[in-house]
């Protein structure tokens, strides 16, 4: 008896969500934001939500798409594990959610990529779509990209490609620093930053290449001594979330004076841990910053800040807008949720966006946006109106890259449905 | 030079705040022969209980208050938890503390978030000590060995030249006889595992804020403070000084060499491109292996001296 009341148990678990799927999906269109929301990276992920959030809110509130269809955030755990990655997709996938999102870790993209192909493969009728607002490894829109894959970040060879365009000019550098995350991402930030400096600078010397474990290490002081005494005077990292912060904050304590080329200085505590130390002294290069200049940055900035007061993080990813945004256009022009016909409609869809005009690539699925390279500054009022973290220091642009120069070649070959 | 003294300094300070936690395992483990699986569970709470403290009283009051409450949280622990489950043998009690673990870990989700807090080094501390050559050398690394080297001292002086030290250090290896005398054994016992605790909960105190406040931070620390015990000898108080000092220069040091088996090969005269068999094995460097030297220097002393450094008992 009581094995039997277990099993009917263990049914009525596994039953309960696939029956409530089907109610919903007629009034709103649920993304399943698959994210690292315990662990190292958890602080990141939870910013990454509130980005969600806010940007469903937004369309919601003008009335939702095709006439009253709202968009819900459902958020999953990963844990930053590609293996926990895939068996959470195959969770939302069985409660019949069709539009998946995620970016921390270009590890955990790769596999979700990989799930999704698959998912939609044997699954025709039941496609998927995954939004990736943040993991840059180029294999994903080249070597190992998919048709239901659409990225809305700028990848890291076309980040680095800004970048080293940038530094190649600063006669000042003499000595780099390469410090990134032992996995897929971290390994291309410095591999593209080998090949792309030999090329435009020969004469720039490489003096470390390091690549530390994600997420383990607590303290950088010995990673920060050997940069010390390889007498670097420009450090590039790739590194993201408490792995920058702490990064940062050991090499302001032991007073280095290096200066910081880096791809997320504007999220997750990294702009607290650099202080008033780090001002003029620290450089990112993103698809947005607050103070980018137009119309809508500011609005957009004082908006998050407005919906989310209690927390110290500010509005930092515009790829996250730029996906909802993107995926209610195309849910417009398909005039269907239907993942198979929103696929098609994204391809080639031009939209607006703070910095302007972008679009969705149709041969890779890559989002061709400006790209800024700013300057943490304190903020002034003029070019670094908004602060981050509430520090006072602000990023002010230092050079603005147009979408069509960012357009790099790509090896890219997937099979259309 | 520079960076070797400025290396040494980081590994030092390192070192002790491993021997801070692994003290109170190696004395707990050596009392009751109990493996503590939930030890680093109590530096987390230290660093926890400082961080909410903290902001009501301030860093200096909650210095002390937050050990304290981590030792009362470990006396409950081995009241009417250990000592319950001690007549069921060891096994019971190791499956206890690791149940335990997990319990501390969601109890701390549940309380303060998933997401690291914001817990600083107090303004006070937050300044230059020393310069060396080029490199600043922050006041709170050197605050850090003071109170670890101020534990120490005060730990041996409590253990050899007080009268609890004496009873402690009886019951460890007469314990019938100790009871037979009149002292209450099992309240001594009570009184080392609070105090073991109470060590871990002060090393979260100070090590929280020089690195990081976070659900995962027991877990981060919790294996390698049983490879210093295990290394160390297990129950030996100066064993586990020694191994903290042997890791946490292992791990310090071993970033700083970028040498690779590929260097050994070119040595040798052997030319190794990035098409050779097994490259990437080839190209990992020193700096790549530091997370897992700890774990092989572990294997290697079991096979090779089973009791650890300074153990006294057979592994």
Not at chain 1, 186 to 208: F, H, N, S, W
Not at chain 2, 67 to 93: I, S
Not at chain 2, 281 to 300: A, D, E, H, K
Request: aromatic residues 12%.
């Amino acid at each position: 008896m009581r094995h039997l009341k277990t099993a009917l148990l263990f049914c009525a678990a596994f039953l309960a969500p696939m029956l409530s799927a089907g109610s919903h999906a007629e009034e709103t269109v649920r993304i399943a934001f698959i994210e690292g929301l315990s662990g190292a990276f958890a602080n990141v992920g939870e910013i990454g939500l509130r980005h969600y959030q806010l940007a469903a809110e937004t369309v919601n509130a003008r009335g939702g798409v095709l006439g009253g269809v709202k968009f819900e955030i459902v958020p999953f755990d990963h844990k930053t594990s590609p293996q926990e990655a895939q068996l959470v997709f195959k969770q939302a996938a069985d409660q019949g959610i069709r539009y998946i999102a995620q970016g921390n870790g270009s590890s955990v993209a790769l596999a979700l990529s990989d799930a999704v192909a698959k998912h939609n493969e044997r699954n025709p009728q039941k496609t998927v779509i995954f939004l990736n607002y943040a993991a840059v490894d180029p294999a994903l829109t080249n070597d190992k990209c998919n048709y239901w894959h659409f990225r809305f970040d700028a990848d890291a060879d076309m980040k680095m490609q800004a970048l080293t365009n940038y530094m190649a000019q600063l006669k000042g550098i003499r000595k780099i620093y390469l410090i990134n995350q032992d996995y897929s991402f971290g390994q291309a930030v410095a591999k593209a930053a080998r090949t792309m400096l030999a090329a435009k600078r020969p004469d720039i010397e490489i003096v470390g290449d390091d690549l530390h474990p994600l997420g383990k290490v607590k303290d950088f002081a010995p990673y920060v001594a050997k940069i010390k005494s390889s007498g670097a005077d420009s450090v590039i990292t790739g590194n993201w979330g408490n792995d920058l912060a702490l990064l940062v904050k050991a090499g302001r304590e032991a007073g280095l004076k290096a200066d910081f080329y880096t791809y997320y200085t504007g999220a997750a505590g990294a702009v607290t841990a650099f202080g008033e130390a780090g001002a003029g002294h620290v450089k990112q290069v993103t698809t947005w910053h607050s103070n980018i200049g137009g119309k809508h940055a500011g609005e957009h900035n004082a908006e998050y800040r407005a919906r989310f007061p209690d927390v110290s993080d500010d509005l930092y990813y515009s790829a996250i807008r730029e996906s909802i945004n993107a995926l209610a256009l195309a849910i417009e022009k398909a005039k269907s949720t239907d993942p198979g016909k929103v696929a098609a409609a994204l391809e080639n869809l031009v939209f607006e966006d703070d910095s302007g005009e972008v679009y969705m690539r149709a041969d890779n699925h890559q989002l061709v946006q400006p790209l800024y390279i700013s300057t943490l500054v304190k903020a002034n009022g003029k070019n670094a109106r908004f602060d981050v973290e509430k520090t006072g220091l602000g990023f002010r642009t230092d050079a603005r890259i147009e979408g069509k120069d960012t357009v790099m070649p790509t090896t890219c070959k997937f099979q259309r449905p | 030079m520079e960076f070797f003294l400025i290396t040494l300094l980081n590994s030092l300070s390192y070192g002790l705040l491993l021997f801070m936690l692994s003290s109170g395992l190696t004395l707990i483990f050596s009392m009751m022969g109990v493996l503590n699986f939930a030890h680093a569970s109590f530096y987390m709470l230290g660093a926890y209980f400082a961080y909410q403290t903290g902001l009501y009283i301030g860093f200096w009051p909650a210095l002390f208050l937050a050990p304290v409450l981590v030792g009362v949280l470990g006396a409950a622990t081995e009241r009417f938890g250990l000592r319950t489950v001690h007549k069921f043998g060891h096994v019971a009690e190791l499956l206890f503390t690791f149940g335990l673990a997990y319990v501390v870990e969601e109890v701390v989700h549940l309380l303060w978030g998933r997401a690291p807090v914001d817990y600083r080094i107090p303004a006070e501390l937050d300044f230059t000590l020393f310069t060396l050559y080029t490199t600043q050398y922050p006041a709170y690394r050197g605050f850090m060995m003071l109170v670890s080297v101020g534990m120490l001292l005060a730990l041996y002086l409590l253990l050899t030249r007080t009268r609890i030290g004496l009873v402690i250090q009886a019951s460890l290896s007469h314990p019938d006889m100790v009871q037979a005398l009149g002292h209450n054994v099992p309240r001594v016992f009570m009184l080392v595992f609070a105090g073991g605790t109470a060590l871990a909960g002060l090393a979260g105190v100070i090590g929280g804020n020089a690195f990081i406040t976070e659900p995962g931070m027991a877990t981060a620390v919790g294996s390698i403070v049983f490879v210093v015990v295990v290394f160390g000898g297990m129950g030996s108080l100066g064993g586990a000084f020694l191994a903290s000092l042997i890791i946490g220069a292992l791990q310090t040091f071993s970033v700083a060499f970028d040498y690779s088996m590929l260097d050994a090969w070119a040595r040798l005269g052997i030319d190794v491109s990035p098409n050779s068999l097994w490259y990437g094995f080839w190209s990992i460097t020193i700096s790549q292996t530091g997370p897992v030297l700890p774990y092989l220097l572990m294997v290697l002393m079991l096979i090779v001296r089973p009791r650890g450094l300074m153990g006294t008992r057979e592994g």
